[in-house]
């Protein structure tokens, strides 16, 4: 059974930095892409970034581009996503999710596998 792990969330001021990482165990990570989702207080979950078996694929949410990159380390199984100049709308509870579709990961919200989530509060 594959299970994600999250780690790195936190409270930051306006124009700092976090690094979230997604650990992911019970399988191999070339097997899966692996996406990251936010979710705001009354808000629903929206994509934020992705990236492919490879990490020849990767894509990137408008409202986080340029200031969120996402990258992989295969002997580490860990798919990681540093965050740059941080906003208050930036604040969110963060998901890696996994799934062998492609597909599913940039279109929809039924990856097979998801974490807990980890918060990522960013104060003014």
């Known amino acids: 059974q594959v299970q994600l792990v999250e780690s790195g969330g936190g409270l930051v001021l306006t124009g700092g930095s976090l690094r979230l990482s997604c650990a992911v165990s019970?399988?191999?990570?070339?097997?899966?892409?692996v996406g990251w989702f936010r979710q705001a207080p009354g808000k629903e979950r929206e994509f934020v970034a992705a990236?492919?078996?490879?990490?020849?694929?990767?894509d990137i949410a408008d409202s986080v581009k340029g200031r969120f990159t996402i990258f992989r380390d295969d002997p580490e199984n860990t798919v990681l996503l540093q965050m740059v100049n941080l906003k208050p709308e930036d604040t969110a509870v963060y998901y890696c999710?996994?799934?062998?579709?492609?597909?599913?990961?940039?279109?929809?919200?039924?990856?097979?596998?998801w974490g807990q989530g980890t918060q990522v509060t960013v104060s003014s």
């Open positions: 999710a996994a799934d062998e579709d492609l597909g599913v990961i940039t279109t929809t919200l039924r990856a097979a596998y």
């Open positions: 019970g399988g191999r990570l070339d097997h899966y892409v």
């Open positions: 990236i492919g078996w490879s990490a020849s694929y990767v």
